[in-house]
């Protein structure tokens, strides 16, 4: 109950939706309890109007002779008044100065041998008005009281009037019923005509998520589509930023581009040169040429990656970088029969970065396969739904990525096989870091997984090496993509 309070505190939905249905109920109760007392005032005024006809009646019925002697001309001919304990009621008291009240002087047939009494405390100013009695079996009554001296003598007669009070109950039962089950009824309707209102009015808002969801997976470079008024001037700064954003990345990477043909063209310079040498300095300057414009290179890598992380709606299709690697890599070992086959891959894998990126980290991992294979190599991809835990992915042996994925984002697992001689346990680690080659006499600078390594972490993705079932090692690449 109480985490179901705080999502509600927390969305704007649950928010606007228990602010209405709170105002709703309220001023269905306040319409409930005003309506009802209007009625309950209607019925009385009603029921004191009907009792005061009969009182007129018997006042005009009303006469005394010269003896003193109190007559009836007729009584009221309402029905009700004949039967006994019907609810309606009439009589007359004599009332005298020096003796006690003479109750029942006339009466209805209604009250059969009963009598009505009227408080001797009830004060004189309460006439005219409907007042509680209580009828011979001790029901309650509401009763118009009189008092009245007819000229004739001098002899004052209080008439009573009375009817049950169920008379006034039970209509106001039976409209509370009703009024209950219409405003009842109007409450739902007006809840679920506040349900609909707001998923109308917060539908756009929706629809922006989606263009924004659209935006980061790159199916759009910025948000389209027209809003409501109030959700325009947002969506034009979100463009705005975005925007923004993509100028001040391609500033990076002109100048990342001018900085790399500054450096280059200096080592350039002194490869060609080093060349020419074949004294051990000449030898010494080439190897640190090599090693220089690799460290050139993969830091230019990170630097590109790092952008493009930071680079809304890019999107490079997995499948045209694999098969142009592999007609490559096809060609470069075909004297050593070396076979690569892609396994299962269509053309809906999206990679969620550059594709120079991609090609330079399976470029790395599809040729040191080759490389190592005896005769076969396999690539596959699939969804990723959880952190590969071979050897390599530790957090102690990946640099901190420059963007952190989102928790629920969408990750691919790319997959390197050989059917080599692969490589222990204990050396799949050491493969990953800086400068390191298992084997000294083959080419090589120990940078290219380095680089994969540090390239999958700066995109949030990972990198490890386990055994393979075709006997050699397999490469688990993961990174930021699925399909699209």
């Known amino acids: 109950m109480r985490g179901t309070l705080h ?235 975005l925007l923004n954003n993509n100028e001040i990345v391609q500033r990076a990477r002109t100048q990342a581009g001018n900085l790399a043909h500054a450096i280059k063209t200096p080592l350039s310079v002194l490869a060609n040169a080093s060349e020419n040498e074949v004294t051990p300095f000449g030898k010494l300057v080439s190897e640190q040429v090599r090693l220089a414009s690799r460290q050139v290179e993969h830091h230019l890598a990170r630097a590109r990656a790092a952008a493009a992380v930071r680079t809304l709606g890019i999107r490079t299709e997995v499948l045209p970088v694999l098969q142009g690697l592999t007609r490559v890599l096809t060609r470069l070992y075909a004297a050593k029969g070396v076979r690569v086959k892609l396994d299962g891959i269509d053309g809906d894998w999206v990679f969620r970065g550059e594709q120079q990126d991609l090609q330079e980290m399976m470029g790395n991992l599809m040729e040191n396969a080759c490389k190592w294979a005896d005769r076969e190599v396999r690539v596959s991809v699939k969804a990723q739904v959880s952190t590969p835990t071979g050897v390599g992915a530790t957090s102690d042996s990946l640099p901190e990525p420059a963007i952190k994925p989102e928790p629920d984002g969408d990750m691919m697992l790319l997959q390197i096989e050989d059917d080599g001689p692969g490589l222990p346990e204990a050396q799949r680690e050491d493969i990953f870091q800086r400068g390191v080659r298992m084997d000294e006499r083959t080419p090589g600078s120990g940078l290219g997984l380095a680089i994969v390594r540090d390239l999958a972490s700066t995109y949030g993705g990972s990198v490890c090496a386990e055994a393979s079932e075709l006997g050699g090692l397999r490469i688990m690449l993961v990174l930021p993509g699925g399909r699209s």
């Open 7 to 241: 999502r509600l505190r927390h969305s704007l939905r649950g928010r606007l939706l228990l602010g209405t249905v709170a105002w709703v109920l309220v001023s269905v109760l306040v319409a409930g309890w005003a309506l009802t007392d209007l009625f309950r005032q209607h019925l009385t005024r009603q029921l004191a109007a009907e009792l005061a006809v009969y009182e007129n009646q018997l006042i005009a019925s009303l006469s005394v002779d010269e003896y003193g002697l109190a007559t009836l001309a007729f009584e009221p001919s309402d029905p009700r008044l004949q039967l006994p304990y019907s609810g309606l009621y009439w009589q007359i008291d004599r009332l005298a100065t020096d003796t006690v009240p003479e109750q029942g002087i006339f009466r209805s047939r209604s009250l059969w041998d009963q009598t009505l009494t009227v408080p001797a405390n009830r004060a004189q100013h309460e006439e005219g008005r409907l007042q509680t009695l209580a009828d011979p079996r001790g029901s309650p009554l509401l009763a118009l009281v009189r008092t009245i001296t007819p000229p004739e003598g001098a002899a004052t007669y209080r008439l009573i009037v009375a009817s049950g009070e169920e008379t006034l109950s039970a209509p106001l039962s039976q409209f509370s019923t009703m009024l209950a089950i219409f405003l009842g009824l109007l409450a739902l309707g007006l809840g679920a005509a506040a349900v609909v209102q707001l998923v109308v009015s917060l539908r756009p808002l929706a629809d922006l998520r989606r263009r924004l969801s659209e935006v980061r997976a790159g199916k759009s470079n910025n948000i389209e589509g027209r809003f409501p008024s109030e959700l325009q001037p947002l969506v034009d700064e979100f463009n705005a930023v």
